[in-house]
């Protein structure tokens, strides 16, 4: 909703960063989804329209940082969001631009995600602004995210360099009051002004770009000492350092121990490069300062060889006390910070939630074609009587991990099933049967394929195609058929892809349609058997719960099942071998929810006494 006036809205972090850009005049926005940042151009997009501003989901973290910087060569302000894994995607780019400079303002978001939630990694990014001569800035609530990007954008306007925004999980998805300003947006064009000695990093340019790099950092540094978002508070020689969200917990953790006026605290929320000229005012008459940073002991490694440097002699503590792994709660830094005091007293513990139903891993959604594409795998296996490996991705179908389908032996990062799979076919002698996404294919399969072509691999690369990037809530990708702005464009299809690669079996099946699926990757195994190079076989049917949503607003009609209790013996087989969270056991026997059914059928072909039928609605 388009709010233009000045008033205080409750926001999501990730919508307040979305209101920074609008309000800071960004013309550009892209990103590949990724949780926990997808918020931010999600939000953008539907705003995109209302301000004039561009936005697009990109193929993948490298094109949509790049799509960014030529707005931003081009005199426009640009955002780019990404969650830290997409950083690594992207890191040649970011590298890079750091030599050229840029010319409109320009931030990277790095949404972090300390303790896993939804990453296979918890890698903190603030140190790619150490390595690659990036500013860093992370703010400590949804308030300083929205102001900091606004920050961010006149900090690399002025300088001429790129920014990295970091959050965290916890301030993504946190909510928080936001005062929110009047929106003024330009209407400028792009124009880019060829310098070719600027914008190509030829070794001859690139070793005068470096040195140039340096002294912008060095000049950042100064705007840093004087940043509104950093600020000492109080004057003790005992002092804290807390960095981005943080200092959240570490006000919180200080009221509860009411040690405020024992504590001088610096909230630090310019990142990198340090502000040392405020940091040598606040280390000078301490006796001993901890460090609360989330993740990696970036700043206290920073500070102790400041301290070297100056003679000054404070004792500097950090990750002994401030836990290195995982994100951080109240709790654990009320711990450290105890400890840090010699405070002793009852502290609350973490608090266990005890809940009254049993336990169960995360499950592939009722009616989810990827059930069915998996089950048909194992039974094609079965059915051809091979050994197999099971590398997979990232996405939904990660879950086939899990109990009872178990066909995921690894995951390693985005693209890797293919990667992985052109060593596996070679290195092993079992078959070797890859799954991936759709948008997954597109954003980092083709490299693979292509080497599976060019240095003869020979595996089964079954796409799960469900028409969206279904994980993070349902963004379009290039298969989709639209785009973030709701254009209508042309579908960019796997198994054309696959064909151009020059991939000679190649064929698209609906999982819903069971025995064929079965019997093509049947034969997708016997091409590989026979050394014919990689099969692509694409499992394509609409995610489960746009099905659902459709046939609730009446566009399509689903053949729902139902169990015939006079037939069901009780048995569990189809619970035993599907899984899927709409059969119930109830009574000794089983039962279907009707409202999560979608009529996939695979319950129905897995049941021995034939109890299971259908149900038009």
Known sequence: MRIDQEEVVLMLGNEAIARGAIEGDVQVATAYPGTPSTEIVETLASLAKEYDMYVEWSTNEKVAFEVALAASYCGLRALTAMKHVGLNVASDSLFSSAYTGVKGGFIIVSADDPSCHSSQNEQDNRIYGLHAYIPVIEPSSPQEAKDMVIYALEISELHGVPVILR?????????GPVKISPVKRSRKTGLFERNPEKFVCLPINARRMRIEAINRLKAVEEAFNNSKFNMIEGSSKIGIIACGLAYAHVSEALEYLQAHNNVSLLKLSTIHPLPKKMMIKFLEDKEKVLIVEELEPLIELQVKALCHDLNLDVKIHGKDLIPLAGELTPQKVLHGISSFLGVKMELPQEIELKSQTPPRPPILCAGCPHRSTFYAIKMAVKRKKVDAIYPSDIGCYTLGYYPPLEVVDTTICMGASAGLSCGFAKFS???????????????????????AIHNPSSFVLVVLDNSFTAMTGHQPNPATGINAMGQQVKPVLPEEIAKACGVEFCKVVDPYDLESTISCIAEAIEHVQKGLGPAVVVARRKCSLMLLREHRQGKIKLSKRQVNPELCKGCMVCIKLVGCPALIPRNEKVMIDDNMCTGCSLCEHVCPHKAIYVVES
């Not at 959050?167 to 909510?175: D, F, G």
């Open 167 to 175: 959050t965290t999980t916890r301030l993504s998805h946190a909510r």
């Open 429 to 451: 002698n079992k078959i070797v049967i890859a799954t991936v996404g759709e948008s997954t294919f597109l954003h980092a399969c083709i490299p693979a394929l292509i080497n």
